[in-house]
T-cell receptor, first 114, second 109 residues
Framework: EAGVAQSPRYKIIEKRQSVAFWCNPISGHATLYWYQQILGQGPKLLIQ????????DSQLPKDRFSAERLKGVDSTLKIQPAKLEDSAVYLC????????????FGQGTRLTVV | QKEVEQNSGPLSVPEGAIASLNCTYSDRGSQSFFWYRQYSGKSPELIMF????GDKEDGRFTAQLNKASQYVSLLIRDSQPSDSATYLC?????????FGPGTRLSVLP
């Protein structure tokens, strides 16, 4: 079974530029999560999708972050414009249906904003 | 505010000893609890999950849950240097996984 795929693995941008991350969850997983993990901290949920609907985006900085999950499969997370404090690893995870089922993580995208 | 707390560590134990990792959570209604291991520069991977009060054992790992005290722990028996990693406690609040800050474990040869 293929795992959660993310790209790119690494990205370096200047502040005020824009960037996009892509995630392809495990086939058949209805729930998709985007987490931000700052060095030395645990993952912080940015947004959760159930199929192509948003379940929770309460911690997503909506003035600069946006995410979509078209057709309930792949998802993209965009930052525009980026700030220095956005430097982090962006993790995508998926689970079967978001209930008592584990979340599987992709390898993450390490973003550095300079 | 749904919170998950862990001691950040580092927790250092000698090889072969028992490592004990603790986690507390704020929402008494939480039903599902997960322990993830994260090696430096890697993504989290699931070690164990527990839903019921008491102990759950899987190989060298034992998860313990006490819902009355809102406390989850992970015991690692016969610790190995390869167990050196950050251990993340995650609590399922409704449909949301909320992670603690993680405890960094160092197993000394």
């Amino acid at each position: 079974e293929a795992g959660v795929a993310q790209s790119p693995r690494y990205k370096i941008i200047e502040k005020r530029q824009s960037v996009a991350f892509w995630c392809n969850p495990i086939s058949g997983h209805a729930t998709l999560y985007w987490y931000q993990q700052i060095l030395g901290q645990g993952p912080k949920l940015l947004i959760q999708f159930q199929n192509n609907g948003v379940v929770d985006d309460s911690q997503l900085p909506k003035d600069r972050f946006s995410a979509e999950r078209l057709k309930g499969v792949d998802s993209t997370l965009k930052i525009q414009p980026a700030k220095l404090e956005d430097s982090a690893v962006y993790l995508c995870a998926s689970s079967l249906w978001g209930g008592n089922t584990e979340a599987f993580f992709g390898q993450g995208t390490r973003l550095t904003v300079v | 505010q749904k919170e998950v707390e862990q001691n950040s560590g580092p927790l250092s134990v000698p090889e072969g000893a028992i490592a004990s990792l603790n986690c507390t959570y704020s929402d008494r209604g939480s039903q599902s609890f997960f322990w993830y291991r994260q090696y430096s520069g890697k993504s989290p991977e699931l070690i164990m999950f527990i839903y019921s009060n008491g102990d759950k054992e899987d190989g060298r790992f034992t998860a313990q849950l006490n819902k009355a005290s809102q406390y989850v722990s992970l015991l690692i028996r016969d610790s190995q240097p390869s167990d050196s990693a950050t251990y993340l406690c995650a609590v399922l609040y409704g449909q949301n996984f909320v992670f603690g800050p993680g405890t960094r474990l160092s197993v000394l040869p």
